[in-house]
């Protein structure tokens, strides 16, 4: 969020005379970035009170909430050969007499997003939904994320090829437009607060996904592996049924097809410097050459 309109009643002035608020800003970044900031990842919780605060001062009728795959508990993500898909129920914020557990600073931001929302709805009326969006990829996204970092690397042609941890952890990745989608279609039809999953349901192996624009790239370098970066939970992906039932909702784009049209939007919208900028894939805040 700009710093200009940091300040309550700056918000309350863009928020008025609208309906309804899609709540996307957020501290974030891939793993390298929310492991080494945590600090600057926990601005989120005042980010999310104020726009909150600002929305029911502004007399905004309902707050759409991007909340992350982060919310879940990381020993249901720790089993490699696991085939468990993460429900809403394994994370509910409408449960706080029980115990609930999120994934690193960034994880529990986001889960305190969701209790905040609550919170709004039962004390000042307010209506809004939440949206668990997991590995969501795509065009405009910068190289902390796993994706853009794996396609900035065979952009630039790095040789060896290295991929963070031993490749074997499994991601659920969800193109950009099918998160979209499925995030306005909860602005339409959820009032109370309910969380959804927006994810595919399947999991593919990082070395896969990397293999995969290798070849789309057409560059087939020798792979290593540096399993001193970090990686996050072993193994993840979503339960959409809800999505599904409640939205009518489903993903639309093939990880293939995703990984082309991200492929093709990097390529053609960042000139080849013949080096791997490490930073980037760490600081989602550096300079670009």
Same mark, same amino acid.
């Given at each position: 969020m700009d710093l200009e309109y940091s300040k309550l009643g700056d918000l309350v002035k863009i928020f008025k005379g609208n309906d309804l608020v899609f709540h996307l800003a957020a501290n974030h970044g891939g793993r390298g970035y929310i492991?080494?900031?945590?600090?600057?990842?926990?601005s989120n919780f005042s980010i999310d009170h104020h726009t909150m605060e600002a929305a029911c001062v502004a007399?905004?009728?309902?707050?759409?909430?991007?909340?992350?795959?982060?919310?879940?508990?990381? @020993?249901?993500?720790?089993?490699?050969?696991?085939?468990?898909?993460?429900?809403?129920?394994?994370? $509910?914020? %409408? =449960?706080l007499?029980?115990?609930?557990?999120?994934?690193?600073?960034?994880?529990?931001?986001?889960?305190?997003a969701e209790v905040q929302l609550n919170a709004f709805i039962k004390q000042y009326g307010l209506k809004g939904a939440t949206v668990r969006f997991v590995t969501a990829y795509g065009e405009r996204e910068n190289e902390t994320h796993a994706i853009i970092a794996l396609i900035h690397k065979?952009?630039?042609?790095m040789s060896p090829y290295v991929i963070w941890g031993n490749g074997?952890?499994?991601?659920?990745?969800?193109y950009v437009s099918d998160i979209v989608?499925?995030?306005?279609?909860?602005?339409?039809?959820?009032?109370?607060?309910?969380?959804?999953?927006?994810?595919?349901?399947?999991?593919?192996?990082?070395?896969? @996904?990397?293999?995969?624009?290798?070849?789309?790239?057409?560059?087939?370098?020798?792979?290593?592996? $540096?399993? %001193? =970066?970090?990686?996050?939970?072993?193994?993840r992906a979503l339960d959409v049924r809800r999505a599904k039932e409640?939205?009518?909702?489903?993903?639309?784009?093939?990880?293939?097809?995703?990984?082309?049209?991200t492929t093709s939007w990097y390529v053609s919208s960042h000139p080849r410097t013949g080096r791997v900028n490490e930073e980037l894939l760490m600081n989602r805040k550096v300079a670009k050459p």
């Open positions: 492991d080494s900031y945590p600090a600057n990842v926990s007399d905004v009728e309902k707050v759409i909430v991007a909340s992350s795959a982060c919310v879940y508990p990381p @020993v249901l993500q720790e089993s490699a050969g696991s085939n468990y898909l993460l429900k809403e129920s394994d994370s $509910d914020p %409408s =449960k007499r029980q115990s609930l557990s999120a994934d690193l600073e960034y994880g529990w931001t986001k889960l305190m065979a952009h630039e042609r074997e952890q499994s991601r659920d990745f969800t989608e499925g995030t306005i279609l909860a602005g339409e039809k959820i009032t109370d607060g309910t969380p959804i999953n927006l994810g595919t349901g399947e999991r593919h192996k990082l070395k896969d @996904v990397a293999r995969m624009i290798l070849d789309i790239l057409d560059f087939h370098p020798r792979i290593s592996y $540096d399993r %001193s =970066k970090p990686v996050g939970v072993v193994n409640m939205l009518g909702w489903q993903p639309k784009v093939h990880l293939r097809e995703g990984l082309e049209r």
